[in-house]
């Protein structure tokens, strides 16, 4: 037999009567009239020269080249009925999968705690790898398929081929130290400049929302320290007289973790920070990659503000 020229649909009205016994039972299961399978029938038998299934009292009787036929068939459905799920991603939490998140420090501490447990649970194969964005879009490895999400704040001007989606949204806030003796119980512009200043900066530059936003002003403040990471910077603030204007989750963290800190409203008007996850559009219709990200979405939409 050339399984080119063969109808393989054929092989599940095999099994479908081998396992109902009866055609008026074979018929309602397969959704077809009963000539319409007496039909696949009759072309069952030419193919396998044998009569395959004779009528009896109680419905059909599987001849020995039937029973002998039967398991491979059902093999064989199984198989496909398992590699069409694959295809069109039933069972798609199964897989056994590696994704790449390119992200800050910042995003793994707000987001990998719920998510962590969650992928644990729901798709218990996956492994999840992180890895620092640096400040840059990762393009190369976002095409390669090196990196499956992205997610930043900084994120702009993406190529026509990436997806995009505002997962999150975020005010800042300035963080000092408690006795900073430099402030009272609140904080206005004239007592904000007055002090130095810590900025976190994953590119090396100093120069920053604030800053642009103080030049528009026709003021500026004193830089003296950029810092690589999102987290450590707030170690720095404590006993010193120096502020940090950040994220308000970042700022509220700090505050409860770590004796000494105090959270003040910034001075200054500034945007709020847009939180996008990115892809490739080599993984959009991956169903696993877009479970992910709807659990990032939903897991990050609580602490919108």
């Known amino acids: 037999m050339n399984i080119a020229g063969k109808d393989l649909n054929l092989l599940l009205t095999f099994h479908v009567l081998y396992t109902e016994g009866s055609v008026s039972a074979a018929a309602m299961r397969l959704g077809l009239s009963q000539p319409a399978l007496s039909h696949k029938l009759a072309r069952l038998r030419h193919d396998f020269g044998d009569a395959l299934f004779v009528r009896a009292p109680r419905g059909l009787t599987p001849t020995p080249r039937a029973h002998e036929l039967a398991p491979r068939v059902q093999q064989l459905v199984a198989g496909l009925e398992s590699f069409f799920d694959f295809c069109e991603g039933s069972d798609f939490l199964t897989r056994e999968d590696r994704v790449h998140l390119y992200t800050t420090d910042y995003m793994e501490q707000l987001l990998l705690p719920r998510l962590l447990p969650l992928i644990r649970r729901e798709a218990p194969r996956l492994q999840l790898v992180t890895h620092n964005t640096r400040g840059r879009l990762p393009r190369a490895e ?47 512009l004239e007592s904000y400049l007055a002090c130095e200043h810590l900025v976190t900066t994953l590119t090396g530059d100093l120069d920053g929302l604030v800053d642009r936003r103080l030049r528009e002003m026709g003021r500026s403040r004193r830089v003296v320290a950029g810092l690589s990471s999102f987290l450590a910077t707030p170690l720095s603030v404590v006993d010193s007289d120096l502020l940090l204007t950040c ?6 963290q700090a505050e409860t973790h770590i004796p000494g800190l105090a ?43």
């Open 142 to 188: 976002l095409e390669s398929g090196e990196c499956d999400i992205a997610i930043a704040g900084f994120y702009a001007d993406l190529p026509a081929s990436y997806y995009q989606q505002r997962v999150h949204a975020e005010g800042f806030v300035v963080l000092a130290a408690a006795a900073n003796p430099r402030l009272g119980a609140t904080l206005d």
């Open 247 to 252: 994220l308000e989750s970042v700022a509220r």
């Open 263 to 305: 959270v003040h409203p910034c001075p200054l008007a500034l945007d709020d920070v847009a939180v996008i996850q990115t892809w490739h559009q080599r993984t959009h219709e991956d169903r696993l990659r877009r479970w992910l990200r709807g659990q990032i979405k939903a897991l990050l939409a609580g602490e919108n503000r």
